[in-house]
């Protein structure tokens, strides 16, 4: 089923898939989508999405974005992008995390600085929330803010598993600017410009994959400007629960555009491998199957909806262990060819995967990113079902006392 039946959503499905057909070319979807090979390409889409008009729909009601655009016509673009094949955005970040949070937290000066260069592809964001002793945990962050001088702070600390920062212009950073604050008290939302040599350091890490999509910072006295504090000094842990609580609806309907495109080459390959005659494989394929269309009404059913504390942890909880399961089916139909390389092996490129065994390693973080299981089952028992809450060590009585936070996508 197509999301946007009114006439008006047809409308501006046709005019995105033949955009993306012009510009993307035949053979897209197979892997030949530009911004594939480095970073500089990564940006000339982001700009090229930009000058078009497609970054930031919705924000021209705010007079940032490029066009106006209803909610279901956001979801439209969205699925019409997944199905596409087009590359994995670079400023994915900027538009769909911090740009709803400056449109609800920033200053008008914060808007008019920092949200039309996102719609226009120029400037790209990393988030920098968890810590190597602050993950799942967020309110345990330890990364210091200290005034430099009125109009400056000094950021010291390190971050992890910050995606994209290797190209990132800025990021947001979760800092403690009061030493004496515990927990969620004494936060600040900054935001940091990441050109600053000898003061932030970028260390990718490689993964079980052989890529390295993520990467430690470390922050050694990086200037930030008073300025470019969102929503008041003290106020980061509000900022920062409000970004997470926009990981919902949209984002999730895409995704599960190409969620169905890996399962549809999983069930080329039972079929073509005869895998999909054993019986208990072809009941395995069709409950991935019949739970991919569970998640697609879930998420229907919260889309712009009232705000529910839950849905983004039960979201998380069903695709994140779908996507695990669906890289294991992958390998299962494959049998033994499965862990065969797709080349062999030469100095230049001593780590080549093909697309069902980079589904599969990198699924084994499917349900640790972006929170783990274990914390969303935490979120939803205490704050929705109203159960007893973990034992917690004696805190400040000032301390507001709020649960673990779900950790950060980035």
């Known amino acids: 089923m197509e999301f946007g039946p009114h006439p008006e959503d047809r409308a501006f499905r046709a005019e995105a898939r033949a955009w993306l057909r012009t510009k993307l070319g035949p053979g897209t979807a197979s892997g030949g989508a530009p911004g594939t090979a480095s970073g ?5 889409w982001e700009r090229t999405l930009g000058a078009a008009g497609w970054i930031g729909l919705g924000w021209a009601e705010d007079g ?7 909610l279901t016509q956001q979801v439209v ?44 592809g120029d400037e790209l964001w990393c988030q920098g929330y968890s810590e190597p002793g602050a993950g799942s945990d967020l309110a345990g962050v330890r990364t210091a803010a ?20 290797h190209e990132a ?28 040599p ?21 922050f050694d006295g990086a200037t930030a400007r008073a300025e470019h504090v969102v929503g008041g000094e003290g106020e980061g842990w509000r900022v920062a629960m409000s970004l997470l609580g926009v990981e919902r609806g949209v984002s999730t309907l895409a995704q599960q555009i190409g969620f169905a495109g890996e399962l549809g080459e999983v069930l080329r390959t039972a079929v073509a491998t005869g895998a999909a005659e054993d019986p208990v494989l072809r009941d395995r394929l069709i409950a991935q199957w019949a739970e991919l269309r569970a998640m697609r009404w879930n998420a229907l059913r919260t889309l712009g909806g009232p705000a529910d504390t839950g849905a983004p942890s039960v979201a998380k909880l069903l695709w994140g262990g779908w996507h695990q399961r669906l890289g294991e089916l992958a390998m299962l139909v494959r049998g033994a060819a499965g862990a065969a390389g797709p080349a062999d092996r030469t100095p230049e490129n001593p780590y080549q995967l093909d697309a069902d065994q980079h589904l599969f390693l990198f699924g084994r973080a499917d349900t640790i990113y972006g929170g783990s299981d274990e914390i969303q089952r935490t979120i939803i028992a205490e704050r929705v079902l109203g159960l ?16 673990k936070a779900r950790g950060p996508v980035a």
């Open 40 to 44: 500089t390409d990564r940006r000339d």
């Open 64 to 70: 940032y974005g490029n066009r106006r655009a209803t």
């Open 77 to 120: 673009w969205a699925e019409e992008y997944a199905r596409s094949g087009a590359p994995p955005r670079s400023g994915h970040i900027g538009e769909n995390l911090l740009a709803p949070t400056l449109l609800a937290h920033g200053s008008p000066e914060q808007k008019s600085r920092f949200l039309p260069p996102i719609a226009r």
């Open 146 to 165: 200290v005034r430099d001088t009125p109009g400056t702070y000094r950021v010291t600390g390190q971050k992890i598993w910050t995606s994209l920062a």
């Open 169 to 196: 212009d800025w990021c947001f950073v979760l800092a403690r600017t009061d030493p004496e604050g515990r927990r969620h008290r004494g936060l600040t939302f900054l935001l940091v410009p990441m050109d600053q």
């Open 198 to 218: 000898g003061r932030i350091e970028v260390r990718p890490i490689r993964q079980l994959t052989g890529t390295s999509d993520f990467n430690e910072v470390f």
């Open 388 to 403: 007893p809450r973990e034992p917690r060590e004696p805190r400040d009585p000032r301390d507001p006392g709020e649960p």
